[in-house]
Nanobody
């Protein structure tokens, strides 16, 4: 089965940096797009950054200029470099993928595949 393996979360002081990684595992055929979303306690989930297979990127206004999303197509891995972090960035960050994968003798497509989430806490 396909899994989105996330890493890089943790505790960081304001102004610090973190880099999140999301490495899909399993019988992946292709990935149309991947992205990062976050959800703080008591708040709605929001998109942080997204990147398509062609390399087009989109960012939330709140992180534009501070965060950078990138991908390694050979490894199907997406990264989120987070700089100048502030307490408002504290949330659980979820990796998302729009992908096709092999299942038995056929293949399937999922446009809303999620990782388990990784906690990012920005505090002094």
């Amino acid at each position: 089965q396909v899994q989105l393996v996330e890493s890089g979360g943790g505790l960081v002081q304001p102004g610090g940096s973190l880099r999140l990684s999301c490495a899909p595992s399993g019988p992946i055929l292709s990935i149309n797009a991947m992205g990062w979303y976050r959800q703080a306690p008591g708040k709605q989930r929001e998109v942080v950054a997204r990147i398509t297979r062609g390399g087009t990127t989109n960012y939330a206004d709140s992180v534009k200029g501070r965060f950078t999303i990138s991908r390694d197509s050979a490894k199907n891995t997406v990264y989120l470099q987070m700089n100048s972090l502030n307490p408002d960035d504290t949330a659980v960050y979820y990796c998302n993928a729009d992908l096709a994968y092999i299942e038995g003798s056929t293949w399937r497509h999922r446009d809303d595949y999620w990782g388990q989430g990784t906690q990012v806490t920005v505090s002094s």
